[in-house]
């Protein structure tokens, strides 16, 4: 569905980090889907 293709379009730029391309398909999501909006929490775990 959208969100599929909101990472397929996100992971297009291979050079992104996770977070990055994450934040990309989210946003792109927001953008295709009225039920998602571009408020987000990202937690990360550190090595």
């Given at each position: 569905?959208?969100?599929?293709?909101?990472?397929?379009r996100?992971?297009?730029?291979?050079?992104?980090?996770?977070?990055?391309?994450?934040?990309?398909?989210?946003?792109?999501?927001?953008?295709?889907?009225?039920?998602?909006?571009?408020?987000?929490?990202?937690?990360?775990?550190?090595?």
């Open positions: 569905g959208n969100f599929a293709l909101a990472a397929a996100a992971m297009m730029d291979s050079d992104k980090s996770a977070e990055e391309v994450a934040r990309a398909a989210m946003a792109i999501a927001a953008d295709i889907c009225v039920y998602t909006n571009g408020n987000l929490t990202v937690e990360s775990i550190s090595r």
